[in-house]
């Protein structure tokens, strides 16, 4: 078949099962989008900075485990994608992104819109491209999906220059298979690694399932009940790895590191075997490595990455594969354990250190906030954040019970993340709630994708947490600079501002609900306790996006809390 | 301590860069790098020193094997291999040293590739301590400019790194 260079990009995207493309026009790739709009391709939805696009086909992806995709154009257009890049690349998340680039032969000579794209997203990236000419394309485009999408996930990057966009290749049909002579991950898992797992699991008094993002599928939730069950072995999860493991499951500890709950963390101190499953050991879990799990006297780590085993911790039996394969292996060579006093013990500290917060009638506690919307909507809902107090409110009020309904940038911690992401989200399941919830500081550096999610009919709820200043950084500055509060006040405090500026309902700009209007959403404002439950309940029967605004305490904190680089010995507060 | 990295990579532009930036964004040292085509062209091999305890060069190997450009690593520290390294050595000579500075040359097998009435130009090829060794020697009568290749090496024996 004869083709040009952007048809048959449109070819693999239908090849590939690509359902939806976000992105952003430019002259660099506009013979893409000459072709983007021709019946049978597939739906897409033009945001309003190509950061956006990023975090959409990522927030798209996580949702799904498909692939997400985005195409911009050259230059500037590639390099706001960076952030969206870096985010999909700490969290594993497959992505194929598209950037235009100039013509072939005005590579290097610093042409208009032009930038080093795969020089620059090299370090931010799983793998990239520069497609030189038509003949190689079909050829990375199948590579690229693949790769996104096996082994370790990530983002990939093609580079696609303007005339081999247009160049056309006579005898063009999309590659059927792959095969990549350096690029062959291993999934099955060694037998020999399973049985030491089996036999270290057996010998342990005190393990404890310690699951990440990498776990985060519906294939592994119910390995890893069963696992749980069987062995009778407590279960925490990482920030990624929320919803893995039911967290409404007596043997659930919940997400465990700097925000995690104490009886969480106090399971990992104590105890005397890990069995890590797509997690790895990031320094917000671990806090100071040489106090890390003092008590352990294995480790069992499966991950389809090789590289993340033994990079911070030793491990003592490494297993490489995929989670989903090895778990029904390992399930198989162990036998029934009962272990009552570790789940009574478990038990115990869940019960003695349950999270907390007061909420009183004068002032909005986020917690509370966070806690009834989970009540309102029976905890079936899609939520995704930004980065900050909020998320970490989420992460530790919400009980997740299923894979994929906790959207969030946990490696990167990219403000900003949620709005766009939320969008993603709410393409591929159009009937589920789908919430974002963000703070005031994190929902305004992406706000502008108000005009996507309206336009598209994509009716996401956003739920603002206004405490009027960035809280994490304020936190850390009120408890570890001496209340310096240096640059993380959102409010005019102060600040002359210009004499005309009209007067505001709240001293706060902007005027969320004003902000909302103006876009053609819905806005919607809470300030006392009493307004919370019927302002979710307006928020979720509204037919159209909504910013939910609650104005809550300032000066809450996010606790417990680990200090950064201390042990669970340094753990602050349970209590608010 | 110091590793003798052997790894095959797809002979493509752009892959000096992956090898080269994975080793300068996670912290790791180069040493030295060489790189050459195989006798399969589509294959080129990377000769890479580095050194650090055994967790760094742990991760170092287990990185370059993520890299989705790189087919094979070895580490050839860890068996029997050899070692080979090429420098050229720009020495200051009058005609009183000129004898003095062949012989050393001589000694560690090196040859003069060229001579002028200043100057001698001395080839060798040699472990990268052979090659310290022989500099240390040259350096009283002048070294004018050096260059050298950095290291590459192979197993001993009929093994081969397989594709």
Redesign the interface.
Known sequence: MKATGAQILMDALKKEGVEVVFGFPGGAIIDVFNVLNAPGSPRFVLVRHEQAAGHAADGYARATGKTGVCIVTSGPGATNLATALATAYMDSIPMVAITGQVVSAAIGNDAFQEVDVVGYTRPITKHNYLVKSVEDLPRVLKEAFYIANSGRPGPVVIDFPKDVQQAVLEDYEYPETVDIRSYKPSVEGNMMAIRKAAEAIDRAKKPLLYVGGGANNAVCQELLVRLAEKCQIPCTTTLLGLGAFPETHPYAMEMLGMHGTQYANYAMYNCDCIVAVGARFDDRVTGKLSEFAPNRQDIVHIDIDPSSISKSIKVSVPVVGDCARILPKLLELLEPVERAEWIRQCQDWKASHPLAYKQDDKVIRPQFVIEQLYEIAKGDAIVVTEVGQHQMWTAQHWKFTKPRTFLSSGGLGTMGYGFPAALGAKIAFPDKLVVDIAGDGSFQMNMQELTTAVNENLQVKIVVLNNGCLGMVRQWQEMFYQRNYSGTNLKPVGHEIPPDSPPLEIDYRPDFAKLAEAFGATGLRATRPDEVRPTLEKMIATRNVVIAEFLVEEEENVFPMIPAGAGVRQMMGGMA | MRHVISVL??NQF?VL??IA?MFS?RGFNIDSLAVGETTDPTISRITVVSHGDD?VI??II??L??L????RVQDLTGESHIERELVLIKVACNKGNRAEIMEIASIFRANIVDVSAGSLVIEAVGAERKIDAMLDLLKPFGVLETARTGSVGLSRGPNALK?
């Open positions: 990579v797809e752009g860069t992956r930036g964004s967790q742990e991760q287990k990185q094997r993520k989705v450009d790189v087919i594709v």
